[in-house]
């Protein structure tokens, strides 16, 4: 057996006396972690939000953490600390048996038929949204995807088409995500707390006449999926269960989705020669793209993932033991903070080659860097709390990218510098000033 080690033996990423790293974190979210890598190793506490949390770097120790196949971590308690109170009942925020059986009476309302669905009225909505950018040549482009992205959510969780309803909902929504943003954890009046739990508790009223409403006639939407799910033994979810799920769903896709999409279009930004191979690849195929006619945008297919190796949404996924256990060499007692380091994990130099260069080849037959290892490549996490989304969210990054690059070239501004902000996910701090020329047909 191989010797093992403390906590008290581990190197320690203290930064600054109080807040330890999270203002350097804030200012440079990718550079602080990678530097902390490098300089402690694949296993090291690092102080941030007040937590000192072990941070495991390593494929092997995240596959441990993600499939924990001994059920001796919590994704509940790892969770909480940053989304409890305005997200509970998600799925994220259930654990074991209780997770399990509601994860299997959600999994229809991600089949192909349901996500072609969702897919049927969300993509016109992105084309006309896409048209007007390159109509305007100018955007700032991180609000207009958070924008759109929020209202087809609501067309594909909802159902919800009329304006005023769409705003209504948009408008609660932005409150609970600042409240779960905000930096003080007690519902203090006039705190973003306090504020995102009133309009929790409104949309949960608007949802819950919804849900009555779809519960008499279904639609194509995933509100009457969830309505009409049943479990091998006939469970079937309550109203209340429903609004929790879909806020949770709507907060899961939501800046994940966002924060790909606006990486994504720096990239190929900054990477004409990209542009143009996306280009003659989706001119090459149909118009509008489906479930299945998706998975022949392979090109694309590359550059989405490049772009979620460099930018994972969730660049650190948290946990919490819940008895004393080993993961890699370390011996961890029982309520123990751990991060699963996404982001260290797709930079990894023991798994890819020139992990900081922009290389969506190394995606492609005969390289196939991101099966060097079993674990190499985890954007979507894996295990019991696999990202339930995965392919609605490409599938959403493939028809913006697949409309975007037959009508526009994209253009940085001369002399731009990226500079990032890490929350809710990696994006640009500026929001992307982007020049859009439309290609001439
Ligand atoms: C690029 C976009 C996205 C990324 C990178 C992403 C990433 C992730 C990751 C890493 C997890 C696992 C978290 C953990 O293990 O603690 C997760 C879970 C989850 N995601 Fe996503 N996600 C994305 C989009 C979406 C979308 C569009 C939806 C739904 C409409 C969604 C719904 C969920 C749900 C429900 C879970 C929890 C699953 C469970 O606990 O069983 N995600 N996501």
């Given at each position: 057996?191989?010797?093992?080690?403390t906590?008290?033996?581990?190197?320690?990423a203290?930064?600054?006396?109080?807040v330890?790293?999270?203002l350097r974190?804030?200012?440079?979210?990718l550079d602080?972690p990678?530097q902390?890598h490098?300089?402690?190793?694949?296993v090291?506490?690092?102080?941030i939000?007040?937590?000192?949390?072990?941070v495991?770097a390593?494929?092997?120790?995240?596959?441990?953490i993600?499939?924990?196949?001994d059920g001796?971590?919590?994704t509940?308690?790892g969770w909480?600390?940053?989304?409890g109170?305005?997200?509970?009942?998600?799925?994220?925020l259930?654990?074991?048996?209780?997770?399990?059986?509601?994860?299997?009476?959600?999994?229809?309302?991600f089949?192909?038929?349901?996500?072609?669905?969702?897919?049927d009225?969300?993509?016109?909505?992105i084309?006309a949204?896409i048209?007007?950018w390159?109509d305007?040549?100018?955007?700032?482009?991180?609000?207009?995807?958070?924008?759109?992205?929020?209202?087809l959510?609501?067309?594909s969780?909802?159902?919800v088409?009329a304006?005023?309803e769409?705003?209504?909902?948009?408008?609660a929504?932005?409150?609970?995500?600042?409240?779960?943003?905000?930096?003080?954890?007690?519902?203090l009046?006039?705190t973003?707390?306090?504020?995102?739990?009133?309009?929790?508790?409104?949309?949960?009223?608007?949802?819950k006449?919804?849900?009555a409403?779809?519960?008499?006639?279904?639609g194509?939407?995933l509100?009457?999926q969830?309505c009409?799910?049943?479990?091998?033994?006939g469970?079937?979810?309550?109203?209340?269960?429903?609004?929790?799920?879909v806020?949770?769903?709507w907060?899961?896709?939501h800046?994940?989705?966002?924060?790909?999409?606006?990486?994504?279009?720096?990239?190929?930004a900054?990477?004409r020669?990209w542009?143009d191979r996306?280009?003659?690849?989706?001119?090459?195929?149909?118009?509008?793209?489906?479930?299945?006619?998706?998975?022949?945008?392979t090109?694309a297919g590359?550059?989405?993932?490049?772009t979620?190796?460099?930018?994972?949404?969730?660049?650190?996924?948290?946990r919490?033991?819940?008895?004393?256990t080993?993961?890699?060499?370390?011996v961890?007692?029982?309520?123990?903070?751990l991060?699963?380091a996404?982001l260290?994990?797709?930079?990894?130099?023991?798994v890819?080659t020139d992990p900081e260069?922009?290389?969506?080849?190394?995606?492609?037959?005969?390289?196939?860097?991101?099966r060097?290892?079993?674990?190499?490549?985890?954007?979507?996490?894996?295990?019991a709390?696999?990202?339930?989304?995965?392919?609605?969210?490409?599938l959403?990054?493939?028809?913006?990218?697949?409309?975007?690059?037959?009508?526009a070239?994209?253009?940085?501004?001369?002399?731009?510098v990226?500079?990032?902000?890490?929350a809710?996910?990696?994006?640009?701090?500026?929001g992307?000033?982007?020049?859009?020329?439309?290609v001439?047909r």
């Amino acid at each position: 057996m191989s010797p093992t080690r403390t906590m008290a033996q581990l190197p320690s990423a203290r930064g600054a006396p109080v807040v330890g790293n999270t203002l350097r974190w804030l200012r440079r979210p990718l550079d602080t972690p990678v530097q902390a890598h490098r300089t402690h190793g694949d296993v090291f506490r690092y102080d941030i939000f007040f937590q000192r949390p072990v941070v495991f770097a390593h494929p092997d120790a995240i596959g441990r953490i993600l499939t924990d196949p001994d059920g001796d971590l919590s994704t509940a308690r790892g969770w909480e600390p940053f989304f409890g109170r305005l997200m509970k009942g998600g799925l994220l925020l259930r654990d074991h048996d209780d997770h399990r059986s509601h994860r299997s009476l959600m999994r229809g309302a991600f089949s192909s038929s349901a996500l072609q669905g969702y897919l049927d009225v969300m993509t016109p909505r992105i084309e006309a949204r896409i048209d007007a950018w390159i109509d305007r040549g100018e955007v700032v482009l991180l609000p207009e995807v958070q924008r759109l992205l929020l209202e087809l959510a609501g067309v594909s969780l909802l159902g919800v088409e009329a304006p005023d309803e769409l705003d209504r909902l948009i408008r609660a929504f932005e409150a609970i995500a600042r409240g779960v943003m905000g930096l003080v954890g007690v519902p203090l009046p006039g705190t973003a707390l306090a504020r995102g739990l009133r309009a929790r508790a409104d949309l949960s009223r608007f949802l819950k006449e919804r849900i009555a409403a779809r519960r008499k006639a279904p639609g194509p939407d995933l509100t009457s999926q969830l309505c009409s799910a049943t479990d091998e033994h006939g469970a079937v979810l309550t109203d209340e269960e429903i609004v929790d799920h879909v806020i949770f769903l709507w907060m899961a896709a939501h800046d994940t989705t966002t924060g790909s999409a606006v990486m994504a279009a720096y990239e190929l930004a900054r990477h004409r020669e990209w542009q143009d191979r996306l280009r003659e690849e989706a001119l090459g195929l149909p118009d509008r793209l489906d479930v299945q006619t998706s998975a022949q945008a392979t090109q694309a297919g590359w550059v989405i993932h490049e772009t979620l190796r460099l930018y994972p949404p969730i660049g650190s996924i948290p946990r919490r033991t819940l008895r004393q256990t080993t993961i890699a060499d370390v011996v961890l007692p029982a309520d123990t903070p751990l991060r699963a380091a996404i982001l260290l994990l797709h930079r990894h130099p023991e798994v890819w080659t020139d992990p900081e260069r922009f290389d969506p080849e190394r995606f492609a037959e005969p390289r196939q860097e991101h099966r060097r290892h079993r674990h190499a490549f985890r954007p979507f996490g894996t295990g019991a709390h696999a990202c339930l989304g995965m392919r609605l969210a490409q599938l959403q990054l493939h028809a913006m990218l697949h409309h975007l690059m037959r009508h526009a070239r994209l253009r940085l501004p001369d002399d731009y510098v990226l500079k990032l902000s890490p929350a809710p996910s990696l994006r640009p701090a500026d929001g992307l000033p982007l020049r859009l020329q439309r290609v001439p047909r």
